[in-house]
């Protein structure tokens, strides 16, 4: 059974900082694209990070760039969301998300991406 479950959300100060964390199970980790994505009230879900398939290339959306690191972990099927300099417009709901296709020098859409996990909460405060 494929499960993503991400965790690591919670409420911090702008210019703060948070990891997220996102343990997958039920599909070879490498083999898969594995992206990060958002959603905040009334916006459209956005990707945020992600990481091709078979050691792929890592991209980010440009407002996060130089700000979050996206990392993984196959021994350990977790990926990782390193989350710095966190400004009030990054708060959102986050979900992991995991899916075959690959895009150079980007990210797949949402619809591309096969599992997802329940979202963790990231709230940043002015």
């Known amino acids: 059974q494929v499960q993503l479950q991400a965790s690591g959300g919670g409420l911090v100060q702008a210019g703060g900082s948070l990891r997220l964390s996102c343990a997958a199970s039920?599909?070879?980790?490498?083999?898969?694209?594995i992206g990060w994505f958002r959603q905040a009230p009334g916006k459209e879900r956005e990707g945020v990070s992600c990481?091709?398939?078979?050691?792929?290339?890592?991209s980010y959306t440009d407002s996060v760039k130089g700000r979050f690191t996206f990392s993984r972990d196959n021994a350990k099927k977790t990926v990782y969301l390193q989350m710095t300099s966190l400004k009030p417009e990054d708060t959102a709901v986050y979900y992991c998300?995991?899916?075959?296709?690959?895009?150079?020098?980007?990210?797949?859409?949402?619809?591309?991406?096969?599992?997802w996990g329940a979202g963790t909460q990231v709230t940043v405060s002015s």
């Open positions: 990481i091709n398939s078979h050691g792929g290339s890592t």
């Open positions: 039920g599909f070879p980790l490498h083999s898969y694209t």
């Open positions: 998300a995991a899916g075959r296709r690959r895009v150079v020098g980007g990210c797949p859409r949402p619809g591309d991406m096969e599992y």
